[in-house]
């Protein structure tokens, strides 16, 4: 069973910084594609940013220059750092894990989700 636990969220102002992290617990971390995730009040949930197994990261419109996701494959962890917020970054942030098990399953699995808030 793979699990992901998402840190780091908060409340912050324009202009200001925040690093989330993941923990994944499970699986082969070194190949898994992992990804985050947010969901703004009303709204459905889109990608942010994607890092592969060989670091090859993509990133929204939206967030391109001023978000960097990164992994750490020896902590089994992966961050979001994320600055020059403004009001539209806010929503809930969730973490993604996608590649397979030890014993060769697929698997996808989301974090419960982190709540980032930037007010003016």
């Known amino acids: 069973q793979v699990q992901l636990v998402e840190s780091g969220g908060g409340l912050v102002q324009v202009g200001e910084s925040l690093r989330l992290s993941c923990v994944v617990s499970?699986?082969?971390?070194?190949?898994?594609?992992l990804s985050w995730h947010r969901q703004a009040a009303g709204k459905g949930r889109e990608l942010v940013a994607l890092?592969?197994?060989?670091?090859?990261?993509t990133y929204s419109d939206s967030v391109k220059g001023r978000f960097t996701i990164s992994r750490d494959n020896a902590k089994k962890t992966v961050y979001l750092q994320m600055n020059s917020l403004n009001l539209d970054d806010t929503g809930v942030y969730y973490c993604r894990s996608e590649g397979y098990s030890r014993d060769w399953k697929h698997y996808d699995s989301w974090g419960q989700g982190t709540q980032v808030t930037v007010s003016s």
């Open positions: 890092i592969v197994s060989d670091h090859t990261t």
């Open positions: 499970g699986g082969i971390f070194s190949t898994s594609k």
